[in-house]
C-alpha cells in the first residue's frame, strides 16, 4: 500500500494524472489566489495565494455500484 501510493504521490507532484480503470482518476487543479477572503473568526481580510488540490473523479462503473 505505501509503494501504491508513493506511486500516486510521485506522478501527481510531475503534474501527471492517474487512471485506475474502474475506480476513477486523481489529478491536480489549481486554485487561483484570493486577495479579498475573509477570515471567518476575526472578520480581517486576508490574501489566499494560489495552490493545488487534489481530487478524484469516480468512475462510471464506481458511480454504478455505489447507487444500487
Do not use: Q
Request: proline share 3%; charged share 35%; hydrophobic share 30%.
Amino acid at each position: 500500500m505505501d509503494s501504491f501510493c508513493n506511486d500516486i504521490e510521485s506522478a501527481l507532484t510531475s503534474g501527471k494524472k492517474i487512471e485506475l480503470r474502474g475506480f476513477g482518476t486523481f489529478f491536480i487543479t489549481k486554485l487561483k489566489e484570493k486577495h479579498s477572503a475573509r477570515n471567518p473568526k476575526t472578520g480581517k481580510l486576508i490574501y489566499i495565494p494560489e495552490k493545488n488540490k487534489v481530487r478524484f473523479k469516480a468512475s462510471k462503473k464506481l458511480k454504478k455500484i455505489i447507487n444500487e
